[in-house]
């Protein structure tokens, strides 16, 4: 019977963090919605120096590849939120440190001339396809070990709740379509190679977060 008090925390606590994962569905005044996205490709730098069969190199290079093409083409097709951009893993630090411009590609590997962000800005999100490094706001019940698309801030840190830092189940029907998810779809088990269908949601979802596209001279590589 003395358990019974603790139990009785542990219920209330499981309900509270449900309940706040569960509120407050759009912005306030002061949570800014981003300029672009920069989506990172992968280009396995640090898997590659801990791959010692050169087979496997080879395989692992093409594996990414494929896997890069599919994500730039979900993003390119589906997303029309705001404008998107590329860099590459191996550059992620320097983004991070706020130097932009040098590393901003399109989806066919070219610089981009005039983005919207200049270095230093403040105002993009950093996305990822990946596992969800959780932080202290991350809900009990959260699928941390299922790669997703994840949204980080300017300086590489997982947006804070309620802010739009994964796009979240698929509750539309075209988000459900078979057809429509294949086509995007890439995995390769050998290399742990994935990538899934998620531009649509997430472009949905900083629609309903942010509203409409807030800033002027809305430009895209497409």
Same mark, same amino acid.
């Given at each position: ?37 920069? $989506?990172? =490709?992968?280009? @396995? ?7 010692? *069969?050169?087979?496997? #190199?080879? !395989? ?32 992620? $630090?320097? =983004?991070?440190? @706020?130097?932009?411009l040098?590393?901003?590609?399109? *989806?066919?590997?070219? #610089?981009? !001339? ?29 699928h941390?070990?299922?790669?997703m =698309? ?18 979240g189940?698929a ?9 429509f ?42």
């Amino acid at each position: 019977m003395k358990c019974a008090p603790i139990f009785l925390l542990l219920i209330v606590h499981a309900f509270a963090s449900s309940a706040q994962w569960s509120r407050r569905k759009t912005a306030l005044p002061s949570e800014k919605a981003p300029k672009a996205v920069l $989506v990172e =490709l992968f280009t @396995g730098y640090k898997r590659m120096d801990r791959t010692q *069969d050169s087979l496997t #190199k080879p !395989e692992l290079q093409d594996a990414l590849r494929k896997a890069n093409q599919k994500m730039m083409m979900d993003f390119e097709d589906n997303f029309k939120y705001c404008p998107v951009y590329y860099f590459y893993d191996s550059n992620i $630090v320097a =983004l991070q440190n @706020g130097q932009v411009l040098e590393f901003l590609m399109d *989806d066919k590997g070219q #610089k981009i !001339e005039n983005p919207v962000v200049q270095d230093g800005d403040t105002s993009i999100f950093l996305l990822y396809y990946g596992i969800l490094v959780p932080d202290e706001s991350t809900p009990f019940d959260a699928h941390v070990s299922k790669k997703m =698309l994840v949204a980080l801030d300017y300086k590489g840190d997982l947006l804070p709740y309620p802010l739009p830092r994964t796009p979240g189940p698929a509750t539309y029907k075209n988000f459900k379509s078979k057809k429509f998810n294949v086509f995007y779809k890439y995995s390769n088990t050998r290399t742990d190679t994935h990538y899934r269908a998620c531009a649509k949601r997430y472009s949905h979802l900083l629609q309903d977060f942010y509203g409409r596209y807030p800033y002027k001279n809305k430009t895209t590589t497409r």
